[in-house]
Nanobody
Framework: QVQLVESGGGLVQAGGSLRLSCVASGGTFSEYVMGWFRQAPGKEREFVASTSFNGGARSYADSVKGRFTVFRDNAKNTVYLQIGDLKPDDTAVYYC?????????????????????WGQGTQVTVSS
């Protein structure tokens, strides 16, 4: 089984930046598609970003394109989410997820159902 631990959340003013980290253990990291999802209070969990096995392919939700960057360091078993120009609507618990796969298909990995392993989440709060 794969264990995922997120960190890096916090309270930040609108327009600020954060970098979230997710450290994986218990598997071969390069064999997993990695994703980020978020869930705001009273809302369903939504897709944020995903990245292929070596980080060469990436996908983003329309709401975060141009502001968020997902990247991974396989030597450190870590995937990151760099968040810029934060908006109050970005306030949510951010979750890291892993999917064992052979090929990366961006459309498929925008669905939470494709991911078998999940972290506990890290809170991002953006003030106006």
């Amino acid at each position: 089984q794969v264990q995922l631990v997120e960190s890096g959340g916090g309270l930040v003013q609108a327009g600020g930046s954060l970098r979230l980290s997710c450290v994986a253990s218990g598997g071969t990291f390069s064999e997993y598609v990695m994703g980020w999802f978020r869930q705001a209070p009273g809302k369903e969990r939504e897709f944020v970003a995903s990245t292929s096995f070596n980080g060469g392919a990436r996908s983003y939700a329309d709401s975060v394109k141009g502001r968020f960057t997902v990247f991974r360091d396989n030597a450190k078993n870590t995937v990151y989410l760099q968040i810029g120009d934060l908006k109050p609507d970005d306030t949510a618990v951010y979750y890291c997820a892993a999917a064992r796969a052979t090929y990366y298909h961006a459309d498929l990995y925008s669905s939470s159902a494709r991911f078998e392993y999940w972290g506990q989440g890290t809170q991002v709060t953006v003030s106006s």
